[in-house]
């Protein structure tokens, strides 16, 4: 069983900056797309980006062009820098492998991001 480590969320008010790291073991880091994912109260968890270990990355809609998703192979880290932060982007943030099938068990314990005034 892997282990994940998120970290980084606060209180920020629209238009701020919030820069999420994660730290994943190595049988976790060693597949090919990472990716942050987030789940707002009452809502399905999103992937809102991913990176392969050579650097491609993808963004859903609502965030491209704020958010940068970068990784480092040799320390297990993934990153999420989120600038123009909107309150809809509100939600509990997670790090974890992309193109699988993720059990409860298979996801760490988040970190909150809070945008408001």
């Known amino acids: 069983q892997g282990q994940l480590v998120e970290s980084g969320g606060g209180l920020v008010q629209p238009g701020g900056s919030l820069r999420l790291s994660c730290a994943a073991s190595g049988n976790i880091f060693s597949v090919s797309v990472m990716g942050w994912y987030r789940q707002a109260p009452g809502k399905q968890r999103e992937l809102v980006a991913s990176i392969t270990r050579g650097g491609v990355t993808n963004y859903a809609v609502s965030v491209k062009g704020r958010f940068t998703i970068s990784r480092d192979n040799v320390q297990n880290t993934v990153n999420l820098q989120m600038n123009s932060l909107k309150p809809e982007d509100t939600a509990v943030y997670y790090c974890?492998?992309?193109?699988?099938?993720?059990?409860?068990?298979?996801w760490g314990q988040g970190t909150q991001v809070t945008v408001s005034s």
């Open positions: 974890n492998r992309v193109g699988f099938v993720l059990s409860s068990k298979d």
